[in-house]
């Protein structure tokens, strides 16, 4: 399975050699123009500074950790939710699954950008557990979506991330709603902006299964 990560991707660029060091960046040239080192001689500097200072080792003890207890947690909850029973008390314990949910969302989200595990494997399986059994969410719909985002972040048209109904991210959208209720809402999505924030793990979970349902191709159905 071939998937598009920036968030743990590391390149390593050829060393600029000798002519680097003999001048500036900011030296002129023979020419007259500024030179520069090889494209990406800095971020290979930089790579090399964060891994010799460890910041990219993987951390097996603490994921290890968070998985286990994520489900004894979870379990915990539960049992919680069946001892309380019919009660107002239900709401704090909504509260304390939103939570939960989130937190195990965001380790399903770390294993699907390899930082968990060196094997593919084991990160796919990671997050393809924890997204459909846990959290109830198509982890081949968000990784097709996921990888569309991070191929182009923040480009009207190709990243879905942005392509929102009741909340425009540029201007262009804001003024192509044809309706009359949703221009409404856009001019005034500031006000209820944090509000239907609440509905998105609705949206979430609403996208994946039309996904699913749907003839599109999709890994794993």
């Known amino acids: 399975m071939t998937t598009f990560l920036t968030a743990t991707t590391t390149r390593e660029d050829p060393d600029p050699g000798p002519l680097a060091t003999r001048r500036s960046p900011n030296e002129p040239s023979r ?3 500024p030179t520069r080192d090889k ?9 090399r500074s964060i891994h010799e200072m460890g910041l990219m080792r ?13 489900v004894l947690v979870l379990a915990a909850w539960v049992v919680g939710f069946i001892l309380i029973g019919d009660s107002w008390w239900q709401l ?25 595990f060196k094997s593919g494997r084991w990160n ?32 009207e ?22 309706s009359r209720l949703m221009r409404w809402l856009v001019a005034h999505q500031g006000w209820y902006f944090f509000a239907i924030l ?18 599109h ?5």
């Open 58 to 70: 993987r951390r097996y003890g603490y994921y290890w950790a968070k998985l286990i207890g994520a």
């Open 92 to 116: 704090a314990n909504a509260g304390v699954l939103a939570v939960l949910m989130t937190q195990i969302s965001f380790l399903g989200h770390d294993a699907a950008h390899r930082q968990i």
């Open 39 to 47: 494209a990406g001689s800095s971020f290979t500097a930089l790579t």
């Open 124 to 155: 796919d399986w990671v997050s393809l557990i924890i997204a459909n059994l846990l959290v109830g969410m198509s982890y081949g719909w968000w990784q097709s979506k996921h990888n569309r985002h991070h191929a182009n972040p923040n480009k």
């Open 217 to 221: 191709k999709i890994q794993r159905r």
């Open 157 to 178: 048209g190709a990243d879905p991330d942005i392509a929102l109904a009741a909340i425009a991210m540029t201007p262009a959208r804001a003024t192509r709603h044809r």
């Open 198 to 215: 609440l509905l998105e793990g609705l949206s979430l979970h609403t996208d994946g299964i039309r996904r699913v349902i749907s003839r």
């Open 31 to 33: 020419s007259g123009a």
